[in-house]
């Protein structure tokens, strides 16, 4: 097991290490992959119940009213449409593994064979391994980090070894923005409508993916606008952060920062920076590979 090194881990660089990692845990959802593996288990991609069934599957066969608290973002009626009915076709066991498999394949595909098998690969595993290790101490609050901690890690080599602890890096830091958002007062549709103000996301495209309607949208807006947070009188489409409500969202990606350190601070800030600058060439290749949204190929 690596040693810790390099003194203590900044929020900057703890931010900088997520981002780097984030497109390798991204890849599993947008996969092509990702439709037959579920299918084989008989799940939909189409309908949310894949979604939601693998990204809670750690946590049991839980219901639709703990899976929309900790997704936070996507409409409960969504949430229910799939929850609890989608375990009777496939237990969380078996979804674990589906994904597993997934993750698996779309890594192998968009990595190749030379990044695939390099020391250097294997070198940032073990390091990401050791950081999230650490951060189990730190579980308390964090419901998606602690369900996926409690997995066995994977076999099938160190790609597969790099993307749990991707997953687990990114869920202790999602985990830890959704109780700043509800300490903000800032919810669900709020959030989103701020993602769309910070730009570059689409309100329509945002709303149709996690099911809210257009009266819920201008809602929102409405609520954003009476706190001062964005410009009233506006299209609803289309928000304008106010000064506050810029202020507002740079304060709570700064504290998220901050409470993601601990998933980083059994590494140290030497080790980290070395784990993000080995993870880098991963991404890239990862972005190259034209799945994620934004890099697709036309």
């Known amino acids: 097991m690596p040693e810790k090194s390099g003194g203590a881990v900044s929020a900057e660089l703890a931010r900088t290490a997520w981002s780097v990692l984030e497109p390798l845990h991204a890849l599993v959802y947008f996969t092509p992959e990702a439709e037959p593996g579920y299918a084989e288990i008989g799940l939909e991609t189409g309908n949310g119940a894949a979604y939601f069934a693998s990204r809670s ?42 994904r597993f498999g997934i993750a698996d394949r779309a890594l192998a595909a968009a990595l190749g064979p030379d990044l695939l098998g390099s020391p250097g690969l294997a070198e940032a595993a073990e390091l990401a391994r050791t950081a999230v290790l650490g951060a189990a101490g730190h579980r308390h609050g964090r419901p998606l980090y602690a369900g996926h901690a409690d997995l066995d890690w994977p076999e099938g080599g160190a790609h597969l070894a790099l993307w749990h602890a991707a997953t687990l890096i ?71 952060f106010t000064d506050a409500g810029r202020e507002l969202r740079e304060e709570l990606e700064r504290r998220t920062d901050e409470l993601s350190v601990p998933a980083f601070t059994a590494l140290g800030a030497e080790a980290t920076a070395r784990l993000a600058e080995l993870a880098a060439p991963l991404r890239d290749a990862v972005l190259a590979a034209g799945v994620l949204p934004g890099t697709r190929k036309r």
């Open 57 to 98: 599957a750690p946590m049991g066969a839980v219901g639709p009213g703990p899976v929309a608290a900790a997704f936070y973002n996507f409409n409960p009626e969504l949430v229910a449409s799939v929850l609890p009915e989608v375990w009777g076709t496939a237990p969380p066991e078996k979804v674990v593994r589906a």
């Open 170 to 240: 990114r869920e202790f830091r999602g985990d830890g923005h959704v109780a700043l958002l509800a300490q903000a007062g800032i919810g669900p549709v709020e959030a989103l409508v701020t993602h769309v103000a910070a730009g570059p996301y689409k309100a329509p495209v945002l709303r149709k993916t996690r099911w809210w309607s257009e009266r819920d949208w201008a809602g929102a807006v409405d609520r954003l606008a009476d706190r001062g947070l964005v410009a009233p009188g506006g299209d609803p489409e289309s928000p304008v």
